[in-house]
């Protein structure tokens, strides 16, 4: 197979401009101390400044051809552990690190959403297509799904744009810098991340032609219209214009208040009288529901509405 038959399989365009390289260096951050883990170091532009900073680097070379070269070049330097392998297969490492890489354009969101779902990544700074940069940072005035999903605990930026000139190949776009920083702070707490992300999935399910429209159909109208004046979006807002902080105080009126609401209501929920004093409180992923020994296995409706997504 030829070598120009490969980088091409392979998305392959390497930089050939070390100031590009030093950017996305001082754009990371990193410091001595820090694991980096490379995507494709390909000819090692990246990586050789890379480890003017980072005393342990982790590059992961899908190419064999590459992979062979740079392991000849590292033989003998102990800072760096090079891996002939596609970087997409590897486990996330079980402690806090950074990944910093030129990504292969035909890879870029399998790379992203691998970066999201690492428990012990801290930052990421990717040189992405110009245009998937601005899409996932919402330079647009439109955020995708995606970046909406992961920003109470992940913080999206666009960085510098990057033209095509300083690649080899030459690729018919630009690219630009994407980064990805891991909140010190969440704005919301890990236990409510998956009824958030039910939250997303129906906010952008598409049916009724508006945000609140999809809402309404697992949530009270007026409970959705109040969330959104909560959030200061209008009613006949599309999904894409809704920004990230608008969906955390939205998630907040429709999820986590009505759940506070369930767990310290001591009064069982209206029209079940009928229960008697047969009442206890049953823990469920949704939070508390009211059952009675005749039915133990059916949550009243209050409860129901607040656990749907």
Known sequence: MSRSHTRKTLSQNFLTDPRIARMLVRESGITPADLVLEVGPGAGMLTRHLLTVSRRVRAYEKDPHHAARLRRRYADDDRIYLQHSDFRDIRAPEEPFTVVANVPFAITTDIVRWCLAARHLTSATLLTQW???????????????????????????????????????????????????????????????????????????????????????????????????????????????????????????????????????????????????????????????????????????????????
């Open 131 to 309: 245009e998937f940069a601005r899409k996932h940072s919402g330079d647009y005035g439109r955020w995708s799904k995606l970046s909406i999903t992961h920003w109470p605990w992940t913080e999206p930026a666009l960085g510098p744009r990057v033209g095509r000139d300083v690649f080899h190949p030459r690729p018919a776009v630009d690219a630009g810098v994407l980064t990805l920083r891991r909140r010190p702070e969440p704005l919301l707490p890990q236990g409510f991340r998956a009824d958030y992300r039910r939250l997303v999935d129906l906010g952008f399910s598409g049916v009724g032609g508006s945000f609140t429209a999809s809402l309404r159909r697992a949530h009270p109208a007026a409970r959705v219209h109040a969330a959104c004046a909560d959030a200061g979006i209008s009613r006949e807002l599309t999904v894409g214009f809704v920004p990230p902080q608008a969906w955390v105080r939205v998630f907040d009126h429709l999820v986590v208040r009505s759940q506070s609401r369930l767990r310290t209501d001591p009064r069982p929920p209206p029209g079940r009288s009928a229960l008697g004093s047969l009442l206890w409180r049953r823990q469920s992923r949704f939070g508390p529901r009211w059952t009675s020994n005749r039915a133990r296995s059916r949550p009243c409706s209050t409860g129901s509405r607040s656990g749907m997504t």
